[in-house]
């Protein structure tokens, strides 16, 4: 009983010190899920409970064994964290602080990925490969984008920096920076120079071409109310 009690009593030390490393080392990126999740209701919550942010965490040492070319390790670490929270991040992912996914179911991240600081992916986004060619084929992504639900973005390209991506956008080429891009395949619209708010609502991103189009209609439609 003594020993039983022993061993629960050094678990929960463990457990405690746990929680205080990924509070240090990922502060960032609770911080973020605090800021971007309106569903968030405090620290500890997204600590313990947000898949995001245990992804997020599995990768850093994935990361770290890919680096030092224990690729077996990297990869066996990658695909238990896969497992437990249905998002695929390849070990060699380049990314930076304040990453954050909401939801994160589906969400796969490839190898020569590089993703810059306070990202936010919504659930289902991909970040992938275009062929079998080996080197940089996948995406490279800059600071403060936002990937909406669903959105494909392909290739090794670049997404500048405040940059929104709307959702079920398919992404095939370079995307300047504080641009949005909509639509299949992704057209993108400047947005004045101005960086993106970042509580844009992603499913309501205004189409350039559909503008046009209604335009050009009710042009018509006026015309022929003067004949």
């Not at 990202?119 to 079998?132: D, F, N």
């Amino acid at each position: 009983m003594i020993l039983c009690l022993k061993i629960l009593g050094i678990l929960f030390i463990l457990f405690v010190l746990k929680i205080i490393l990924i509070s240090i080392f990922f502060y960032e990126e609770i911080k973020q899920a605090q800021k971007k999740d309106p569903a968030a209701k405090g620290f500890l919550e997204v600590l313990l409970l947000y898949q995001g942010l245990h992804a997020v965490i599995s990768h850093r040492i994935a990361h770290f064994f890919y680096k030092l070319r224990f690729f077996f390790l990297a990869r066996l670490i990658s695909q238990f964290s896969r497992h437990m929270t249905g998002i695929e991040i390849h070990p060699g992912a380049k990314i930076g602080k304040g990453l954050f996914i909401d939801h994160g179911m589906a969400v796969v991240i490839g190898e020569t990925a590089i993703i810059g600081d306070d990202v936010l992916l919504y659930q289902g986004v991909t970040l992938g490969g275009t062929g079998v060619e080996k080197g940089k084929r996948h995406p490279t992504i800059g600071n403060n984008v936002v990937i909406g639900t669903g959105a494909k973005v392909l290739g090794n390209i670049t997404v500048g920096d405040n940059s929104y991506i709307g959702a079920n956008a398919v992404v095939i080429k370079d995307v300047p920076a504080n641009s949005t891009v909509v639509g299949v395949p992704g057209r993108i619209t400047k947005q004045d120079g101005k960086k993106i708010d970042i509580s844009l609502d992603h499913i309501h991103v205004l189409d350039p071409i559909m503008q046009s189009i209604e335009e050009l209609q009710k042009r018509i439609e006026n015309l022929e109310n003067k004949k």
